[in-house]
């Protein structure tokens, strides 16, 4: 399965941004479907994650709140609203495959290209 994911950008503190990510074959028959990032020199981790084993959205704590995964298995694609975003939030955004509790500590089965999104103070 390859993941392509789009939408990052360049945005002032506070502001929103959606992120897409297609895949180019079932999302639904996995275990779960999330979203990575990795600032730079800094070790990747997990977001946000829609899990098909316990229909939950699972989300780390600092972005609680403000970050909502949603996907649409018809189209094979899944989405990052970030809303009130911080400084912190900068870093390249993946899509990624794999049992949410994994996915959560930085670990997938399949992953993509990322997107980058930079949040300016």
């Known amino acids: 399965v390859q993941l392509q994911a789009s939408g990052g950008g360049l945005v002032q503190t506070g502001r929103s941004l959606r992120l897409s990510c297609v895949a180019s074959?079932?999302?639904?028959?996995?275990?779960?479907v999330g979203w990575f990032r990795q600032a730079l020199g800094k070790s990747r981790e997990g977001v946000a994650c829609?899990?098909?084993?316990?229909?939950?959205?699972h989300y780390r704590d600092s972005v609680k709140d403000r970050f909502t995964i949603s996907v649409v298995n018809a189209n094979n694609t899944v989405y990052l609203q970030m809303n009130s975003l911080k400084p912190e939030d900068t870093a390249v955004y993946s899509c990624?495959?794999?049992?949410?509790?994994?996915?959560?500590?930085?670990?997938?089965?399949?992953w993509g290209r990322g997107t980058l999104v930079t949040v300016s103070s």
């Open positions: 990624a495959l794999g049992p949410c509790k994994l996915l959560l500590l930085g670990v997938a089965e399949y």
């Open positions: 074959g079932s999302i639904s028959q996995n275990y779960g």
């Open positions: 829609a899990s098909y084993q316990d229909g939950k959205d």
